[in-house]
């Protein structure tokens, strides 16, 4: 029962106190600059976290001892990682096609 106080308090705190949004008129530049730099952000972020990943499983296969187990799994962690890089990578490469064709189209 107390957590439900908490949470409604806090649910009409942030009702009652939202910042009013002043839309602005976006043309396309703004909007695609937008987001182009979303997708750069993610892109980035995507190849940190297989970077991560990549050393989370050659540290795995290199401490598994022989366990047949383990070195299974940090060879799919490895394969996994490097198939999520390679999906990130392709849309990364679909976005900037359809953005220069996008930006052909509409006379930039």
């Known amino acids: 029962m107390k957590k439900l106080i908490i949470f409604n308090s806090l649910l009409v705190t942030a009702l009652v106190f939202a910042a009013p949004a002043f839309a602005q008129s976006a ?60 999906i990130t990578l392709g849309a990364y490469v679909l976005t900037n096609v359809v953005t220069q064709l996008a930006q052909g189209a509409f006379g930039q």
């Open 27 to 86: 043309d396309v530049t703004k909007v695609q600059t937008f987001l182009t730099s979303i997708i750069q952000i993610m892109v980035v972020l995507a190849g940190t976290l297989a970077a991560g990943f990549f050393v989370w499983g050659g540290v795995g296969y290199i401490t598994s001892s022989g366990n047949p187990e383990s070195l299974e799994k940090s060879k799919k962690t490895i394969m996994y990682s490097a198939v999520g890089l390679a």
